[in-house]
């Protein structure tokens, strides 16, 4: 069902360049709710945006809604908003939330009056807005990234969100997806100005846990000694696969996931002359994870501490 809602970026696109004055007509909404009314937005500075090749559409409620109903947002997190346009989306989290955060556009009337509106919310001290390139941004301080951009200034932007943002941030993109980085999660809020349906994109993203890893375990009383452990992992941002060995026979992983920082997989193979299989997860720190083992199959379940360290990076 997700994933059937990914094939329609050209006619939003088009929907994207040439609406903006029905676009600028629904965004005149009550403010009841979100503070963020739409006034000030004088033809001038939307052409600005034009002129600069950002298009300024402003998201609607439903579509803010979504997006931090995804991301959860609460005064300890930060948030960032690519292409701020008026300043809605930032405002609104540190007025509902208690969040901190900044915006950043091209267009200099539209950072002024994302400020301006920050100030009348009482929220400047906590939201604010900037005149900068959203590709030379450093965005490695969001806990939470929004964006409403052209889908292949989306794709553009793929590699540096991967690789600066820490791990387990959330991102919220209004109507465009980030190609074969599978979104975690899509909903759809309801009709924009033009008849078609606004979706919002939800990822968390992933640790990088791609190269080598080391491990010892024991496992007392059910096998003696320390056992040494090996695993290679590839990953395609939050997919992963690999294999353990263990100086015997290598065993695949299987049921390998990735959430965040969370890891876990399932390797079966035999141990001493038994088949077991081992359960993992853990909490990726770095080059250092920490959790459990739970050994099952032909002897009684158990779970044992397991602390693995990555002893070579791949990327």
């Given at each position: 069902?997700?994933q059937?809602i990914?094939?329609?970026?050209?006619?939003?696109?088009?929907?994207?360049?040439?609406?903006h004055?029905?676009a600028?007509?629904?965004a005149?909404f009550?403010?009841?709710a979100?503070n963020?009314?739409?006034q000030?937005?004088?033809?001038?500075?939307?052409?600005r945006?034009d002129?600069l090749d950002?298009?300024?559409?402003p998201?609607?409620?439903?579509?803010?809604d979504a997006?931090?109903?995804?991301?959860?947002p609460t005064?300890?997190?930060?948030?960032m908003?690519l292409?701020?346009?008026?300043g809605?989306?930032?405002?609104?989290?540190?007025?509902?939330?208690?969040?901190s955060?900044?915006?950043i556009?091209?267009?200099e009337?539209?950072?002024?009056?994302?400020?301006?509106?920050?100030?009348s919310?009482?929220?400047?001290?906590?939201a604010?807005?900037?005149?900068?390139?959203?590709?030379?941004?450093?965005i490695?301080?969001?806990?939470?990234?929004?964006?409403y951009?052209?889908?292949?200034?989306?794709?553009?932007l793929?590699p540096?969100?991967f690789s600066?943002?820490?791990?387990g941030?959330?991102?919220?993109?209004?109507?465009y997806?980030?190609?074969?980085?599978?979104?975690?999660d899509?909903?759809?809020?309801?009709?924009?100005?033009?008849?078609e349906?606004?979706?919002?994109?939800?990822?968390?993203v992933?640790?990088?846990?791609a190269?080598?890893?080391?491990?010892?375990?024991?496992?007392?009383?059910?096998?003696q000694?320390?056992?040494?452990?090996k695993?290679?992992?590839?990953?395609?941002?939050q997919?992963?696969?690999?294999?353990?060995d263990?100086?015997v026979?290598p065993?695949?992983?299987?049921d390998?996931?990735?959430?965040g920082?969370?890891?876990?997989?399932?390797?079966?193979?035999?141990?001493?002359?038994?088949?077991v299989?081992?359960?993992?997860?853990?909490?990726?720190n770095g080059?250092?994870?920490?959790?459990?083992?739970?050994?099952?199959?032909?002897?009684?379940?158990?779970t044992?501490?397991w602390?693995?360290?990555?002893?070579?990076?791949?990327?």
């Open positions: 069902m997700l059937s990914t094939g329609r970026p050209a006619r939003r696109y088009i929907r994207f360049r040439h609406l004055a029905a600028a007509l629904a005149v009550t403010f009841a979100h963020v009314a739409a000030d937005v004088t033809p001038e500075i939307e052409n945006s002129q950002v298009p300024f559409v998201s609607t409620n439903a579509v803010l997006m931090f109903e995804f991301a959860k005064k300890d997190d930060y948030v908003d292409g701020s346009g008026d809605r989306i930032v405002n609104y989290a540190a007025s509902k939330f208690g969040a955060g900044h915006g556009d091209l267009n009337g539209l950072v002024k009056i994302a400020n301006a509106r920050a100030k919310a009482g929220v400047a001290d906590r604010k807005f900037y005149v900068r390139d959203l590709f030379k941004e450093d490695s301080k969001a806990s939470i990234l929004t964006m951009l052209l889908p292949e200034v989306v794709l553009q793929r540096k969100l600066d943002l820490r791990p941030s959330r991102i919220a993109s209004h109507d997806h980030m190609g074969d980085w599978r979104f975690d899509a909903k759809v809020v309801g009709s924009h100005t033009g008849g349906e606004d979706i919002v994109y939800y990822w968390k992933p640790a990088k846990v190269g080598i890893w080391d491990w010892k375990v024991e496992f007392a009383p059910y096998f000694g320390v056992r040494e452990y695993a290679l992992i590839s990953q395609r941002w997919d992963i696969e690999g294999r353990v263990t100086g026979l065993m695949r992983m299987h390998a996931k990735l959430d920082t969370r890891i876990s997989f399932s390797v079966t193979g035999e141990v001493e002359e038994r088949v299989r081992h359960d993992f997860v853990g909490t990726v080059n250092r994870i920490e959790g459990t083992v739970t050994l099952r199959g032909s002897v009684e379940t158990k044992y501490p602390s693995a360290y990555r002893t070579k990076a791949e990327n």
